[in-house]
C-alpha cells in the first residue's frame, strides 16, 4: 500500500471517529429538566399573631390561597414577639404580626425583606357586664384604665410579649399609670393567647383589652362584654414580611413571596374583606394605603 494511500485511510478513519463521537456526545445529553415548582416542598411556614388564628381568618383565606397556587400555609399561631423570633431563627419563611415598630425593627435588623401592610381592625377593652371600674359605654381609654387601676378592678394582660400585649403596655403608659409601682393583684399577667385571656377575664370577672376579630368569634362569652371602644387610639394593624433569604438561605422565598403577593393584592384582600361571622366584617383591608 503506498503511502499516499494509507494516509488517505488514516484521514477516513480519523473523520469517521470524529463524526461518531459527536453523534453519541449528542445523544447522551439529556433534556432540559422542567423547573421544579417555586420553592419544591410545596408548602410554606407563616408564624403568626394568634389573632389571626383564633379569629378563623386563616380558616377562610388559606384554603383560597392553596386553591389558587398549590402552595399549603402551615401556620405557627404565637404572640407577636414570639413569631418574629421564629422568623429572626429562620423558622418560618413568611411573618405576618400586628406590632408595627417591632417589624419595622425586624426589617432593619436584616432579618425580613419588606414590610407590607395588609389589613386592620382595632382593640376594645372587654369586661364584665356589672362593671365594677363604671367604664362601660366610654369612649376614653386611657380614662378607663385609670379607673381600673384606682379602684383595683381585675385586669388580665396577656403578658406574652405579643402585639396586643404591646399595645396594652402602650396604652397604661398614655394613660399615666406607672405598672411598675402601682400592679398589684388586681393586674394578672397569664402569658398566653388571645382565647386565654379572654377566658380568664371571665373566670376572674375581669377587664382585658382584646383584639375586635377574636372578640367577635370568641363564643365562651358568659357575663363579658364591650366596655370601651371607639377611641382612635384601639387602632390595630396588620403587616406581613417575607423572611430574608441572605440571612436565611433555606427559606422558601419564592413560595413565600407568592403568599406575600397574594395576601397584599386584589384577591387576598377581598378574600379578608369577605370574612365575616354573624354579618360583622372582622378585619379590613389596607395593602394599598401609604404608610399603614
Do not use: C
Not at 10 to 16: E, H, N
Not at 74 to 83: D, F, I, K, L, P
Not at 261 to 283: C, H, N, V
Request: glycine share 12%.
Amino acid at each position: 500500500m503506498t503511502l499516499t494511500r494509507r494516509l488517505i485511510l488514516i484521514a477516513g478513519f480519523a473523520a469517521a471517529f470524529a463524526a461518531s463521537a459527536i453523534a453519541q456526545t449528542t445523544t447522551a445529553t439529556p433534556p432540559a429538566a422542567s423547573l421544579p415548582a417555586a420553592g419544591g416542598t410545596g408548602f410554606i411556614t407563616v408564624s403568626s399573631t394568634t389573632s389571626t388564628q383564633d379569629s378563623g381568618l386563616f380558616g377562610h383565606i388559606l384554603p383560597l390561597f392553596k386553591a389558587k397556587t398549590g402552595i399549603e400555609v402551615r401556620v405557627v399561631s404565637q404572640g407577636t414577639g414570639q413569631a418574629l423570633d421564629t422568623g429572626r431563627r429562620g423558622d418560618a419563611d413568611v411573618v405576618f404580626v400586628h406590632a408595627k415598630a417591632q417589624e419595622d425593627k425586624f426589617v432593619a435588623d436584616g432579618f425580613g425583606l419588606e414590610r407590607k401592610p395588609v389589613m386592620y381592625n382595632d382593640f376594645v377593652l372587654v369586661g364584665p357586664k356589672s362593671d365594677p371600674a363604671g367604664v362601660a359605654g366610654t369612649k376614653d381609654i386611657a380614662a378607663a384604665l385609670v379607673k381600673i387601676q384606682e379602684k383595683g378592678a381585675a385586669f388580665v394582660s396577656r403578658g406574652d410579649k405579643s402585639g396586643t400585649h404591646a399595645a396594652e403596655l402602650n396604652l397604661w403608659k398614655l394613660a399615666g399609670v406607672d405598672l411598675d409601682a402601682k400592679k398589684g393583684a388586681w393586674y394578672r399577667e397569664i402569658g398566653q393567647g388571645m382565647g386565654a385571656a379572654l377566658n380568664s377575664a371571665g373566670a376572674m370577672n375581669g377587664y382585658v383589652l382584646a383584639d375586635r376579630g377574636t372578640w367577635i368569634s370568641f363564643k365562651n362569652r358568659g357575663e363579658l362584654a364591650i366596655a370601651v371602644e371607639g377611641d382612635r387610639r384601639l387602632f390595630n394593624q396588620y403587616g406581613v414580611i417575607a423572611v430574608n433569604p441572605a440571612r436565611h438561605p433555606h427559606v422558601k422565598i419564592d413560595d413565600g413571596q407568592a403568599f406575600v403577593t397574594w395576601l397584599t393584592g386584589p384577591e387576598g384582600q377581598k378574600a379578608i374583606a369577605d370574612y365575616k361571622i354573624d354579618g360583622q366584617q372582622l378585619f379590613f383591608p389596607n395593602a394599598t394605603q401609604a404608610g399603614a
